[in-house]
């Protein structure tokens, strides 16, 4: 080696060194090692670094610098990138104010990234350590490393085993020792290793004889400053073409120019022990410790979920509304008792008692009914529904099909027509004639209860005094539709049997109470569950036909295949050939279909002959996931059920056992893996649909909850619903407080957090779907 490849070789540690705050970290085993073994050519400075480890930081930071100029570097703030001059920056500054260059701004827009807020928010996906850099030579057999790696030579190797391309690169790290790295089925990246260059390589390290070997997981050019290495680095969600070097250098740049991120939340942050949201930035992109990492995100998801629910809070109303004040007397309850067949649950009296409280108060009622399918929502809703009518108000529940407003349709004519309420139905499928009497009964006033579809949002529906709106199984409609319905706003019950867990409630609904009612009417017995596999798969349909000789009748499910039209119809092709498939099995049995291609009044004439006893197997697609009894189904079988959320399988579960005839579940598991039946055993051992949801939501994430995910989950960046319970506790403490002094987030002292929840709204916003 010549003198000038020792010094480059010692250049770069001593200026990571120095960056790193001179600590000696950066080179594993000490400076002093490094020098022992490179610094022969440089005598001089051994002396001035002699004895590196038992100096105070503020001499190492001394001598390091003159050692550098000994090395003829420049020092101190050469290692990281000059940032321009501070001007006055705001948030909403253009990204331009960093001056990218044309592509990097191109780059930066390909991101969505526009201004200052922007790139600040564009959080780390994960960090690398590259804190202490090492050398191949003192790592381990099998561990993982990062070093540092100037490429010698490279070739792409062909291995006789079929279709196995190596890329194998000689490298020499920053001590000289050489050692190979490899990739495996990339031809592509020796593009992008051009002899002579310097990059930073992560990945295992494999020892054989004297030679080392780095299975390269992850690499990157060195780049020209220290914000890839020496540190705790950043590595960002970026595309194909968007190098991580140019993120960090542009993110660096945007905390240097500006560093004092005004913080929305400074009234507040001491008393809840928060650190400036400046600090937090930095920190999030650049952590000097993991410690500091921590309190970092910490503070940032804070902020997330205090934006969320000061969001949610804000657009369902806050809770301050004035609503209608009902009155109840004793005796119009016990009217209503009177016409039911059945005395009502425990559970059932206590939700009708929170219910009938909120409609007596003078707020306006927001309240969240949860129950199991089949625990009896309906008929307490038919009860609020009653009281509002006694009051001479009007009553409306919206329902996601047409086939389930029919069914609510026929339950409340039942108990409420021999009150002497008037019920109608307005759903899509009616003639324009008959949709336009309905309109005209409501305007009037002449209806008092009316049970639809979303065509009762829909223009031209207007009430003549609408007191309270009942929407069942909320989920599928968007919040968008809810508050359309709210224009008058009347008092709204929510029914759900989606179990979301409370912390999920609270904050997609911001301030809806919620009720559970989390008993079942007595006499049912709970529906046995098993879990069968492609081999046993034949015995679910042998139970099958034991079950239809019984005169019972049985539920085929199938996995619905997701959205577009090819999709749609390999799902049909699907479904008809297990109708085929399971027609050659039985040959005596009925079968019928049911599919998401049918129309609306296909599926409900094939639900209806169903119900009739016209067949006495139902191969469907999941839309019967909700609401409609057959009271003679004993037997849900369900194919391939690891497609289906944990949630998703509980409901479905609760269509048969609704006549109280001893029923059954069969999950068939399309493949075995130990994940899949570790989910579908939580089915199989509980029948508790709030603990189901929970495992859902612990096991597969929150964002994964199907038939959630479209109902205006939000969209998080940090945060994570399952598991930041108590900052959502927090968060949403301090939201309501702020609302609560300040509904508009008018004062002075909330500029700044009205600013970010409009600015950052759509980062964090519910995906509204229709
Ligand atoms: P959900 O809407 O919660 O799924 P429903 O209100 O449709 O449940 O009730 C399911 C079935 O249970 C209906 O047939 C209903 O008549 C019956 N039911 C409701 N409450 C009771 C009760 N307290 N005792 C007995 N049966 C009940
Ligand atoms: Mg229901």
Known sequence: MTREEFKARLLRPLQRELADGARDRVVAGGLERLLQNLGHPFPELGQVLAGYRQMDPATRRARLEEALRLLGAPTSQASTPAAPKAQELELDTPLEALAPGPSGRKKLAELGLRTLRDLLHHYPRRYEDRRVLQSVRTVEEGAKATVVGKVLSRELVKTPRKGLQLVQVRFMDLWGWKFTGLWFNQPWVLKQMPEGASLVLSGRVQRRGGQVTLMVEYFEDEGAESLSTGRIVPVYPAKEGIGQAFLRRMVWRALETFPKVPDPLEPYRQGLGLPPLAWALHQAHFPESENALEQALHRLKFDEFLLLELKVMIQSGGSALLGRVFRVKPEMISRFRAVLPFPLTRAQERVLDEILHDMQSERQMARLVQGDVG????????????????????????????????????????????????VDLLVGSMSPSEKRQVQQRLKSGETQVVVGTHALIQDGVAFHDLGLAVIDEEHRFGVLQRRRLLGQRPDVLVMSATPIPRSLALTMYGDLEVSQIDELPPGRTPIQTKILTQKTRAQAYAFARQEIQKGHQVFVVTP????????????????????????????????????????????????????????????????????????????????????????????????????????????????????????????????????????????????????????????????????????IEKSRALAQAILEADPYLDKPEHALLKRELQARAEYIGFREVI
Request: proline share 3%; charged share 25%.
């Open 375 to 422: 625990s009896g929502k309906t008929v307490v809703a038919a009860a609020a529904l009653y009281i509002a009518a006694q009051n001479g108000a009007q009553g409306a529940l919206m329902a996601p099909t047409e086939i389930l407003a029919k069914q609510h349709f026929d339950n409340l004519t039942r108990y409420l027509y021999p009150l002497g309420v008037s």
């Open 560 to 727: 619905m295949i997701e959205e577009g039209e090819s999709e749609a119809t390999a799902e049909l092709a699907a479904a008809t050939q297990l109708v085929q498939e399971l027609q050659n099995l039985l040959p005596e049995v009925r079968i019928g279909l049911l599919h998401g291609k049918m129309k609306a009044e296909e599926k409900d004439a094939v639900m209806e002959r169903f119900k009739q006893g016209a067949f006495d197997l139902l191969v469907s697609t999941t839309v019967i996931e909700v609401g409609v009894d057959i009271p003679r189904a004993t037997l849900m079988i369900i194919e391939n059920a690891e497609r289906f959320g944990l949630a998703q399988l509980h409901q479905l579960r609760g269509r048969v056992g609704r006549g109280g005839l001893a029923s059954y579940c069969i999950l068939i598991a399309g493949e075995t893996s130990k994940r899949t039946l570790n989910r579908l055993r939580v089915i199989e051992a509980s029948t508790d649909g709030f603990y189901i949801a929970e495992q859902d939501l612990k096991l597969r994430g929150p964002g994964e909850l199907r038939g959630l995910r479209q109902s205006g989950m939000p969209d998080l960046r940090l945060g994570d619903l399952a598991s930041d319970q108590e900052i």
